[in-house]
């Protein structure tokens, strides 16, 4: 209002002046700077103006996201559904190899506009993420010797499951049906066996443990970490009973060792929803339950995804694979 006495040309210099000032890009992109090789990480990009989908590039890969309308408060709203204060997002979770020797990748998001005219705001953004490693200590244990030397007349199997798993790893869903934290699918007694452990079998190295082990006893509930679609549920030599459940968009869980599977496969489950039950089968040392974490086909550490729970209970024997 001060500048009316300057008269009106000083005013739309003015008006101007604020116009320009805004950010032309209208895309904004949130992911870490910093990531432990073996974890996986959540990138949302965000935009004021409509888009389609975000197409994120990542270890040479490239996975298109449909965006969602939100309310600035960060709520998901139907598609179609229009409001004054609206925003769309895309979001991903990302893994980081836990054998990978780049020191960092850089990260680019390219967004599908919904109107031709705010393609140019749209400009794709590129963020470098490094990375880092976390102490991964060895662990010995004591199996069936089966599990370190498969008898002869097992190599078909094995390879066969290797095939089953590959398979149900590779079924595309574009639905986004997970969401952070991801439930607990034991009640937490604590870990025994963490992600990324070089383990020693009976005296033999056997690579690294690619799974989180939860203490819990033998019969308890195991249940789904997310909404999803169950991709596999079967018997496999080394997981024993195993469950898959594919949650979209690159994101699976799976859930080993089970005594008993109480879902089948193409089944619908919803997040806290009874899949099977903590078992012993497979190569173990006891019950209790192996969580496994697969983002955009690779093994990531799911313990930092897991919703908290007040700790603990007693602590009972080390209980493994
Ligand atoms: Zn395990």
């Not at 209208?26 to 989908?53: I, Q």
Request: glycine share 8%.
């Amino acid at each position: 209002m001060r500048y009316i006495r300057y008269g009106c040309g000083m005013v739309l210099v003015m008006c101007m002046a604020v116009v320009t000032a805004l950010p032309a890009a209208a895309l904004t992109l949130e992911a870490p700077g910093k990531v432990a090789r073996g974890d996986a990480f959540l990138v949302s990009v965000m935009s004021n103006t409509p888009l389609r989908s975000v197409t994120f590039s990542w270890f040479g890969k490239k996975h298109r996201i449909a965006a969602v309308p939100v309310n600035m408060g960060g709520q998901a709203r139907p598609r179609g559904v229009s409001g004054r204060h609206t925003q769309w997002r895309a979001s991903i979770l990302l893994p980081v190899p836990l054998d990978c020797k780049e020191s960092g990748q850089n990260l680019t998001a390219a967004a599908q506009v919904e109107y031709a005219a705010d393609a140019a705001a749209a400009a794709p953004i590129v963020k470098h993420v490094a990375f880092y490693d976390k102490k991964r200590p060895v662990q010995k244990l004591n199996v069936d010797k089966k599990f370190v030397t498969p008898p002869a007349d097992q190599a078909a199997r094995i390879k066969a499951d290797r095939e089953r798993v590959r398979a149900a790893l590779a079924k595309r869903l574009t639905e986004h049906c997970w969401a952070l934290p991801f439930h607990r699918p034991v009640p937490d007694r604590g870990v025994s066996s963490l992600f990324g452990l070089k383990r020693v079998f009976n005296g033999q190295p056997r690579g690294v443990h690619k799974g989180l082990d939860l203490r819990a006893p033998q019969g308890q509930a195991v249940t789904a970490c997310a909404d999803g679609i169950v991709a596999l549920a079967g018997d496999l030599y080394y997981s024993g009973n195993a469950v898959y459940i594919n949650h979209g968009e690159g994101v699976f869980t799976s859930y080993l060792h089970l005594s008993k599977i109480l879902v089948r496969e193409g089944q619908r489950v919803r997040r806290g929803e009874t899949v099977g039950l903590v078992g012993a089968t497979g190569r173990v040392t006891g019950p209790h339950l192996h969580l496994s974490l697969i983002v955009q086909g690779e093994s990531v550490d799911p313990q930092p995804f897991l919703a908290a729970q007040p700790k603990p209970v007693e602590k009972k024997h080390e209980r493994q694979n």
